[in-house]
């Protein structure tokens, strides 16, 4: 199955099952915006409960938070997000479409003409393929492009491709050439027309607070969870008995007006997050306190987090903390690569940026970030507000108080000169080192920033699987099963009554049924043949399917059928919590 076809079995498997749906389907859709159905919104709900699980209630240094979607404007301006976040957009002068700068060749390659090109390069450039393309399909597909409306650019280009037809066998530069002789023209990916210059769009959707429609009265819908953790770190940190290392959590909807969401789920304009701030010493602090700096190159153990260790080992940590719980959450550990981020890819103030990429049917596509931003974020709130954002440690003042006058003066030189060779003035240097004497700094921070879609989507890719089947008699069969993790599974336990007729047995069923669903999210079928029941559950990816017969009311066993190994085997009730149990309680 190619890709495409395979995110559109499993969106079209989505849809007929109730895991997503467009919203406002009725009305034609809205665009870059879902629903999730019966199924989609207990998985999702259980993604969210793994991962809040997993950072906030197993640990004992992360503290959770709830706030508010829409939030005082001036966050929008100490974060940044008012003045740089921005995709750059270009406009079609021919059909008028919108379209990120960025994204033009995918959308190209993505679309009709993409496919329709692909098409005319088989077994390579062909000048007279090509010119009869421009005359044909093209006048329908791109009717805006140069070698299509002028005959004169056609001559151009077909000289051009005769003579190398090896530099136009792909379609980027093909189509670029067929806008352009000179090939120096990136044309419009869904008409060939000529293209605006790109100009910033800020993704922030804008509302009105209040009845005055008024520009004092604009607030953003919040286009990440993180800030809010942020702008309320000091009531947290006064309110939750923690100290720092400590980080805090917070899930919820975020929004931004994507240019061209795609993709289906992927790039939504409206969507959850899952985010940590983890708030850390400064490396300079923990200096001090542990009188070195423990760095990867020391080779630590990251299972087991240490007082000495700095930045680098918290960041590295978090992505291992992170691969650990997506793996848990059932996508195979090579399905997805850590990217790091280059030095000129990096944001001014981060000191590190990995994602987390996963094979999606689309190409190898974000899943997540983990990001080592230093201290900007509460230096900035600091600075807008003019609120402090510094903690006392008092373990700080206590070693600072140790040092005698020349080894703070030694230890202020050296950071001072540490921080020129990061670009850094010596003078703010001095600043902070005398403020980490008194015990106090703004704390660093590593950002783990995970999206629910994102992740039900690589969830719903990876466990998608289209089985041939032959049967006792020879006969082929296709079986769909989603291979979810019972973790994440919609439904844990499906529970069948062999026959309906049969009020001692249907009885029986509806007992077990109403034990079950209180410990799991069960599903009752009583219609048609078992082995029509089990391949409804296995298209939904329902791990375990519970059958209650005859031998039930003697011996009180009821069968289980495992949806990956399709084998069965009779249990009592007892036995069959206890290997549920197994799995789901961690
Ligand atoms: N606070 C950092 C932050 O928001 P980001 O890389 O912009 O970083 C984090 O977003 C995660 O949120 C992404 O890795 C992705 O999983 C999810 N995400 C971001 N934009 C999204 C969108 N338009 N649709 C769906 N998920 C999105």
């Known amino acids: 199955m190619s890709s495409a076809s395979s995110l559109d079995a499993i969106s079209s498997l989505c849809k007929r099952r109730g895991f997503i749906f467009h919203s406002s389907e009725i009305y034609g859709g809205i665009n870059g915006f879902w629903d999730y159905g019966p199924l989609g919104c207990e998985m999702k709900r259980n993604i969210k409960e793994d991962w809040w699980r997993a950072t906030v209630r197993n640990r004992e240094d992360v503290a959770g938070l709830d706030a508010t979607i829409i939030m005082h404007p001036a966050i929008w301006k100490a974060s940044g997000h008012l003045d740089t976040f921005s995709d750059p957009m270009c406009t079609c002068k021919g059909c008028k ?41 093209a006048k329908g597909l791109a009717p805006n492009l140069k070698a299509v409306l002028d005959p004169e650019a056609l001559t151009a280009a077909f000289g051009k491709i005769k003579a190398a037809p090896e530099e136009y066998a ?78 805090i959590a917070q899930m919820g909807k975020s929004f931004r007006n994507e240019v061209t969401p ?30 070195k700096v423990t760095r990867m190159a020391d080779k630590p153990d990251l299972g087991a987090p240490a007082a000495s ?57 974000e899943l997540e970030g983990i990001a080592a931003r230093s201290d900007f974020d509460l230096s900035q709130h600091q600075k807008h507000s003019g609120k402090s954002m510094e903690v006392f440690d008092e373990q700080l003042k206590l070693a600072a108080a140790k040092l005698d006058d020349a080894a703070r003066q030694a230890f202020s030189d050296k950071v001072a000169g540490e921080w020129a060779a990061r670009g850094k003035a010596e003078d703010a240097a001095r600043a902070f080192v005398l403020k980490l004497f008194d015990g106090r700094y703004v704390p660093h921070v590593i950002e783990p920033s995970a999206g629910v879609d994102r992740m039900m989507l690589a969830l719903l890719c990876n466990a998608y699987e289209e089985q041939k089947l032959t049967d006792d008699k020879g006969k082929e069969d296709t079986r769909v099963v ?98 549920i149990d197994a799995v789901l309680i961690y």
């Open 170 to 247: 792909d379609t980027e530069r093909l189509y670029a050439l067929l806008a352009d002789a000179g090939g120096a023209v990136t044309p419009c990916p869904y008409c060939g027309g000529e293209l605006t210059e790109p100009r910033p769009f800020n993704l922030m959707f804008k509302t009105v607070v209040g009845p005055v429609d008024d520009p004092a009265n604009v607030a953003y819908l919040r286009p990440e969870t993180a800030q809010a953790i942020f702008a309320q770190f000091q009531n947290v940190l006064a309110t939750s008995r923690q100290q720092v290392p400590f980080g």
């Open 262 to 291: 795609r993709n289906y789920t992927f790039r939504s304009r409206e969507f959850e997050q899952m985010e940590l701030e983890f708030f850390i010493r400064p490396d300079e602090a923990v200096e001090l306190i542990c009188g």
């Open 482 to 579: 989603m291979h979810f993790s019972p973790r994440v599974a919609p439904v844990k336990v499906a529970v069948f009554p062999l026959v309906k007729n049969k009020p001692e047995v249907y009885n029986r069923a509806r007992e077990v049924f109403g034990r079950l669903r209180k410990r799991y999210a069960a599903f009752w079928d009583e219609g048609g043949a078992i082995g029509r029941r089990y391949r409804r559950q296995d298209e939904i990816g329902t791990p375990w399917c519970v059958t209650i017969d005859f031998q039930t009311l003697e011996d009180g066993t009821v069968t289980v059928r495992d949806r990956d190994t399709m084998l069965q085997e009779r249990v009592t009730l007892e036995q069959l919590e206890e290997k």
């Open 97 to 137: 479409k919108l379209m990120r700068a960025d994204q033009i060749w995918d959308i190209l390659r993505d679309g009709a003409i993409g496919e329709s090109l692909a098409g005319v390069l088989e077994g390579g450039a062909d000048a007279a393929k090509v010119a009869g393309w421009c005359k044909g399909k």
């Open 309 to 365: 260790w700095g930045w680098e080992v918290w960041h590295k940590y978090w992505v291992e903390q992170r691969k650990a719980w997506i793996i848990a959450c059932g996508l195979p550990a090579d399905s997805f690569v850590e990217y790091w981020q280059k030095p000129d890819e990096l944001a001014h103030y981060a000191r590190a940026c990995v994602d987390i990429e996963y094979s999606f049917p689309f190409g190898v596509q």
